[in-house]
């Protein structure tokens, strides 16, 4: 996937050794499939402030052998692809180094929370309160410049797009994607690269958050993909729940479920269409109205009628000036 290059900016050389504490000795912020991610507070520097680095890396728990090999491939694959970006909603690259025991090791950018830490904590503090319609606005203007540069200047499908996936800073002064571990090449209409990705390559994402043409294996994969994902977080930030669809669970309740990722040859068991989760029961005024437009029409079956990130952002900025 060297089919991109971007000016790199404030980030350092392979050779470059970086002291990682033990772990105990560092603040657990988040975790993954198979990861955890730990906040490293940098040594000061006389007169400049060092900010804080997101540090990724193996769970001590995970590593036998075959989880360690997959987990640490995945790792270099995300680095070689965040070292090649530069968005600014986009998680910056910082660094990739190797633990005492020889696991690889990402630093990134740290951000103050994910949207769906974010989610979790509403629910639990107001209830099924959904975000206000400003908010929704906001992340998905965020998420949709980001998706823009991926499908149409990095040419990556990032195939993972979920609450969790996307980072906060502040009061959502600004949002980022993250975890870039499954991206996938894409041709230049959009559509997955097969010849780039490798006659083994495979779509690899969370189910709940899949678009039907994912789970049920029969049409080429597109950027439409992400735009449906895209369209689940905005129910997300409307039901504070996660999209759990019922069929999926009875589809794959015979897979392990220690990875949330499942590649697409184990989804071929299901054989119904996904339809879009119903809105919740709550009171969405006239201020929703662009927000349930975008969820509808990203949610749609017929991935060729989705709207693509470009299109979006120009609905945003013009939603949001005036």
Known sequence: MDSFKTPLKNKLPDNVKIQIPPSPLMKKIGFGTSVVVYELQRSPIPGKFRSPWAIKKLIRSHKNRDTSTFINDRLKNEADILRKLDHPNVVGFRAFTKDSDGTNILAMEECTSSLGDLIENRLDYLGDVPYPSDTILKVSY????ALDYLHNTALLLHCDIKSYNILVKGEFEVCKICDFGVCLPLTKSGEMDKDKAGEDAEYIGTPHWSAPEVLLCNSTITTKADMYSFGLVIWEMLSLTPPIDDDLIESTEDHDYSDDLLPISIKKEL??????????????????NLVLEIYFCCTTVDSSKRPDAKNLVCLFKEALQT
């Open 142 to 145: 965020d998420v949709a410049k």
């Open 271 to 288: 054989t119904t269409v996904r339809q879009r989760p119903p809105l919740p029961d709550v009171d969405l005024g006239p201020e929703y």
